[in-house]
């Protein structure tokens, strides 16, 4: 019975990590403009009064960030995200393999969240969009 109870609490994990996905996805969906066909691939539109603007900036930083509204879009979509599984952690009712695989995702989803709201940091300059 504890296995069984194991295994369900597990999927209570991957469908909050599911969930947040979406939440994180549907953050873009007023920034990019999908007019123009499916090939994989939307720029983000020209309306960046709608795309929230980067964190402030951790005190001794100086910033020398472009105004990059992928960056910017990016950084709104982890922020809304992270926020999600905090609140999903909580419906693990203690379960400690659930609240462990959550608090993993956040960890990964923190790393994303800074490379995109602080590009300044990043190891390979601000042109390396690529998450290390």
Known sequence: MDQLCVVMVSQYAN??????????ESVHVPHVDCSHGGDG?????SNAEKIPP???????LTPGTP???VDRSECAAYTASIACME???????GDK?????????????SKNWQH???PEL??????????A
């Open 15 to 24: 469908l909050a990590k599911a969930f947040c996905l979406a939440v994180h």
């Open 41 to 45: 691939y939307s720029p983000p539109r």
């Open 54 to 60: 980067f964190p402030p900036q951790p005190s001794g």
């Open 67 to 69: 105004d990059s509204l």
């Open 87 to 93: 609140i999903a952690k909580h419906g693990c009712f």
């Open 97 to 109: 393999d659930s609240e462990q695989q959550i608090q993993d995702d956040i960890d990964w989803q």
């Open 116 to 118: 995109f709201c602080y």
């Open 122 to 131: 990043r190891p390979g300059g601000l042109d390396n969009r690529f998450v």
